[in-house]
């Protein structure tokens, strides 16, 4: 069992930047890819980024390619979004959770944090 904490969230203003961290309990976490998805008020959950477990690939939903990064520290057992120019409609509660590919497909992922919410005003 992994247990993934979210942290960093906030309210921001549009144009702004923030950065959310997810640490996991486990040394093992660091071997298995890792994303973030995100769910807004009356909306599915929808992917936001993935990195592999060595953190040498990863996957960017378009609507946020060019302004999120993910990445991890393994020696930390942390994995993290920064998130530049947001939007208002970044708006959401932002998970974390792992997986054993780097996939965009929910289902895919075992372990998953309680998120954080990431609020950006207009």
């Known amino acids: 069992q992994v247990q993934l904490v979210e942290s960093g969230g906030g309210l921001v203003q549009a144009g702004g930047s923030l950065r959310v961290s997810c640490a996991a309990s486990r040394r093992t976490f660091s071997m298995f890819a890792a994303g973030w998805f995100r769910q807004a008020p009356g909306k599915e959950r929808e992917f936001v980024a993935a990195i592999t477990w060595t953190g040498g690939n990863t996957y960017y939903a378009d609507s946020v390619k060019g302004r999120f990064t993910i990445s991890r520290d393994n020696a930390k057992n942390t994995v993290y979004l920064q998130m530049n120019s947001l939007k208002p409609e970044d708006t959401a509660v932002y998970y974390c959770?792992?997986?054993?590919?780097?996939?965009?497909?929910?289902?895919?992922?075992?372990?998953w944090g309680q998120g954080t919410q990431v609020t950006v005003a207009s």
């Open positions: 959770a792992t997986s054993n590919q780097l996939t965009p497909l929910p289902e895919r992922y075992d372990y």
